[in-house]
């Protein structure tokens, strides 16, 4: 049936997030970018999160924009392969202008991790996950 997902997420500039992702280590399929998008590329298995300046999104959507100070239309969960890189990626969102909202802690005993909102307040959750430490 499908051959691969992606996500589409509304921004208010194109060139301020690309660049708050960049910072912050993500990387861009720049093959794909038109001045009003830009295709970021996720992860080992390319996972592709699409940024689309909000006029265009609302378009495609076909239904008004999530006011992200107040709601959340998701929340996106990445992993990382350490504390320290949970640690380390917190940093970099609040050197690169993000929100941190909740700070790197250990949840559940086997399960260490952060919350940030980027810079058009999408909701992102960071975690590395520790199987072994699962009873």
């Known amino acids: ?5 992606w996500l589409n997420l509304p ?34 298995s390319h996972f ?3 940024l689309f300046e909000e006029s265009l999104f609302a378009s495609f959507s076909q239904n008004k924009l999530t006011d992200t ?3 959340s239309e998701v ?5 990382a392969e350490s504390v320290a890189e949970v640690d380390e990626l917190a940093k970099k969102v609040e050197e690169a202008g993000g929100t941190v909202f909740s700070p790197p802690t250990e949840s559940q005993g086997w399960m260490y991790g952060f919350g ?15 199987f072994t430490k699962l009873s």
Request: glycine fraction near 4%; charge should be negative; charged fraction near 25%.
């Open 11 to 44: 921004v208010k500039d194109v060139a301020k997030a690309k660049d708050f992702f960049w910072k912050i280590g993500f990387s861009f399929n720049e093959q794909h970018d038109t001045p009003s998008s830009t295709c970021m590329v996720v992860g080992e």
């Open 48 to 50: 592709v999160v699409m």
């Open 116 to 130: 940030f909102a980027d810079l058009d307040g999408h909701r992102w959750n960071v975690l590395f996950m520790d």
């Open 75 to 79: 929340l996106i969960s990445i992993d």
């Open 69 to 71: 100070q107040s709601s």
């Open 1 to 5: 049936m499908t051959k691969q997902i």
